[in-house]
């Protein structure tokens, strides 16, 4: 069966970095494009960026640009997502999202969540 | 790019069928047939319910269905259930030069 298993809960002052891990088990990893979506606390879903199954190829959502990197280790079936300059604003839950194959424009699959709070 | 703009609650007894709308503008709903809804519930990911506007992932009830007309796209849940309480998003694919995905507002449904 499909899982994607998320690293668990960080705590972070302002200004520092984040890196996220996601790791997928009971599929072909290198078969489907990989999201991040954030949920800050008591509000919507935020898209954030996405990968191509190969890793070669990113895109991001304008509004974290610069401060995101998502990766993927193919040899560990791992999704990584790095957020940098973290704000209070950053505070939020933190979901990979597998997108089916061949490419469906939508999220079949979710992490259970990693709660990133940024407190000084 | 501005979040598709949903109800922020819709109420239902038990048995009755509601319906949630998604609008959004022709850079993503209206533009594409690639709209989708999850259902979260409190402390748990989402969970797909609809995709490509109609389509239902293997395991879903068809008490819920999808749709769309011009920008607006809509769920129905019909015959409502008490495990139906949850929060629903809508999602779309959009061509806006700032992001790929816009989701929802969200909407509360509760059951009577």
């Known amino acids: ?120 | 790019q501005s979040a598709l703009t949903q109800p922020a609650s819709v109420s239902g007894s038990p048995g009755q069928s509601i319906t949630i709308s998604c609008t959004g503008t022709t850079s993503d709903v209206g533009g594409y047939n690639y709209v989708s809804w999850y259902q979260q519930h409190p402390g748990k990911a989402p969970k797909l319910m609809i995709y490509d506007v109609s389509d239902r992932p293997s395991g879903i009830s068809n008490r819920f269905s999808g749709s769309k007309s011009g920008n607006t796209a809509s769920l129905t849940i019909s015959g409502l259930q008490a495990e139906d309480e949850a929060d629903y998003y809508c999602s779309s694919y959009t061509s806006s030069s700032t992001l790929s995905y816009v989701f929802g507002t969200g909407t509360k449904v509760t059951v009577l």
């Open chain 1, 1 to 120: 069966q499909v899982q994607l298993v998320q690293s668990g809960a960080e705590v972070k002052k302002p200004g520092a970095s984040v890196r996220l891990s996601c790791k997928a088990s009971g599929y072909t990893f290198t078969s489907h494009f990989m999201h991040w979506v954030r949920q800050a606390p008591g509000q919507g879903l935020e898209w954030m960026g996405v990968i191509n199954p190969s890793g070669d190829a990113t895109s991001y959502a304008q509004s974290f640009q610069g401060r995101v990197t998502v990766t993927r280790d193919s040899s560990t079936s791992t999704l990584y997502m790095e957020l940098t300059s973290l704000t209070s604003e950053d505070t939020a839950v933190y979901y990979c999202a597998r997108e089916p194959t061949p490419a469906r424009k939508n999220f079949d699959f979710w992490g259970q969540g990693t709660l990133v709070t940024v407190s000084s």
